[in-house]
Structure formats: structure tokens, C-alpha cells
């Protein structure tokens, strides 16, 4: 079947009409604006994750629009690093939309400190800033990627990352040490196939390969933590024991999907779904 694409910024974005009703730039509008420019490090180098998933592809989508989670999803292996006694659930500094697309700045702890048992982690990351935890490269050579206007809106001390998506599936996760993105594909109602890409610098010495081998390892823990637990979601969900759900202010993000999903679902046309 022939599928339309455009490029916006390097991504390239596939459009299922033949002939597409709206441009890319139409549809990302002011979203597009914001992002244009950003220096995206690293792009040559990556880490691939891939799987398929029993869950709708929303739950996939939700389950990485809020932080609120990581405390106790995450509590050995990132649930301080996101999370302090400023702020021990986690709370979002900024939230920020454009028509169905949006951004979510995190709240960071740049007190963090590895623990006392944690040798290899203190070595690997001896006398090197990345940022957190999931930064992959050294701040100190992101000076054009982080002076971007978009990045860190607030100029927050306590700020850990970035989500910026593209509706309906693209996760664009933009920290001090570089960026990821995380797409999701669904397959069916209740099945995702799942792809997270995490963008390196190639490592120029021991140290910094020791460094990327324990930030791999980490990443691959995270994800494990996340995805097995959408699954659970979306089984708690079939089982129809509730039919509401409340939604607090940090899940703003999946208030705001949700909402434009039952838009477009419900529009006539691109336009009338954009409100263009």
C-alpha cells in the first residue's frame, strides 16, 4: 500500500493517506516551531529495544507520560534519582501543549549520590557528568543541544528531562546527557509492538565504555520494570472491575492523549480533529 512520508527535523513521519489532507508542517504546528533547531547528538550511535506487548497501545503510551510511578515502580534503580524530600512523588515542573501534541519537563534530585555499595556505579561515573542517570553522554559537550530555547523550559535546577510527543505515537525524551525516543505501533486492541531507541557517543576510552556498559544494563532494568508492568495494566483493565479512573494533575499528559484520541476518532476530517 503506498504510504505518504515527510521529514521534519531529521524524523521521518509516515502519513496512511494517499494523498494527505493536511502537510507535516500543518499538523505539527507550533510544536514543530518550538523543536526546530535542537542539536540531536549522537544520532549515528544507538541502543535499540524491541518488543510485543499484550497491552493497547495507550497503556504502552501512559505508562511513559508520567513520573509519578517511579517511586515505587523504580525504587532500585531510579526512584531517588526522579524523586526527593523536595519532592517525594515526583510531582511535574512544566506541562505545555500545541493541538494534540505536547511537552512534560520531570522533576530530577541534583543531590543524587550512588550508594555507599554501589562501587561500580561511583567508578563509572567518577569525575563524569551526565546529568542522571540516563543521560548517556557528558554535559560538558551538549552546550548547543541544551541552550535550545525548548529544552528545560524553566531554567529548573531540580529538572531531569523533557517528553516531548507527537501525536499519536512518537516519545521524544530529551535529559542533560542527550536523547531517546520511545514509538509505539499497534497491533491490535489489546497487542503493541514497542520500539525505545537510546542515542550514544562512541566511547574514546576505558572509562567511558565501562561507563555506557553499566548505563545499558540500567536502561535494560528500567524498561524490564515498565513494559512487564503494562501488560498487568492492560489485564486489569479487560477484567472490567472498574469502569472510571481518576486522573491527578501529574497525569495531565494521559488526560491530554486521551482527550485527543476521542477527537480524532470522532472528527470528520484531519482538519476538523486539528481545529485548523
Known amino acids: 500500500m503506498p504510504i505518504a512520508t515527510d521529514v521534519w527535523e531529521g524524523w ?4 496512511h493517506q494517499k494523498q494527505p489532507e493536511v502537510s507535516l508542517q500543518e499538523f505539527l504546528g507550533d510544536f514543530g516551531t518550538r523543536f526546530a533547531g535542537v542539536s540531536w547528538e549522537n544520532t549515528d550511535t544507538s541502543l535499540y529495544f524491541e518488543a510485543h506487548l499484550d497491552a493497547n497501545w495507550k497503556v504502552l503510551a501512559d505508562a511513559f507520560s508520567e513520573t509519578y510511578h517511579i517511586p515505587s515502580i523504580h525504587p ?3 526512584g531517588k534519582t526522579f524523586a526527593s524530600a523536595v519532592n517525594p512523588h515526583s510531582r511535574p515542573l512544566d506541562a505545555r501543549f500545541w493541538g494534540p501534541h505536547r511537552q512534560f519537563s520531570t ?14 556505579e561511583k567508578m563509572a561515573y567518577a569525575n563524569r557528568d551526565t ?28 529538572w531531569a528531562l523533557d517528553i516531548a510527543v507527537a501525536f499519536p505515537t512518537l516519545h521524544i525524551n530529551l535529559s542533560p546527557g542527550g536523547f531517546w525516543s520511545h514509538r509505539f505501533w499497534p497491533i491490535s486492541v489489546n497487542r503493541t509492538r514497542w520500539e525505545a531507541e537510546f542515542h550514544v557517543p562512541k566511547p574514546l576510552t576505558g572509562r567511558e565504555k565501562l561507563q555506557q556498559e553499566l548505563y545499558i544494563t540500567r536502561i535494560a532494568e528500567i524498561l524490564l520494570e515498565d513494559v512487564t508492568n503494562t501488560e498487568r495494566t492492560q489485564r486489569g483493565i479487560e477484567a472490567g472491575a472498574y469502569d472510571t479512573m481518576q486522573l491527578q494533575d501529574g497525569e495531565v499528559q494521559i488526560r491530554h492523549n486521551l482527550h485527543h484520541v476521542d477527537r480524532w476518532v470522532n472528527a470528520r476530517t484531519v482538519r476538523e480533529a486539528l481545529g485548523i
Open 12 to 15: 521521518i513521519f509516515l502519513n
Open 76 to 78: 532500585a534503580t531510579i
Open 107 to 120: 522533576f530530577g534530585n541534583p543531590d543524587y549520590a550512588p550508594p555507599e555499595d554501589a562501587m561500580v
Open 131 to 158: 546529568g542522571n542517570v540516563l543521560g548517556a553522554a557528558e554535559t560538558a559537550g551538549m552546550t548547543e543541544y541544551l541552550d535550545h530555547p525548548a529544552i528545560n523550559p524553566k531554567q529548573s535546577k531540580h
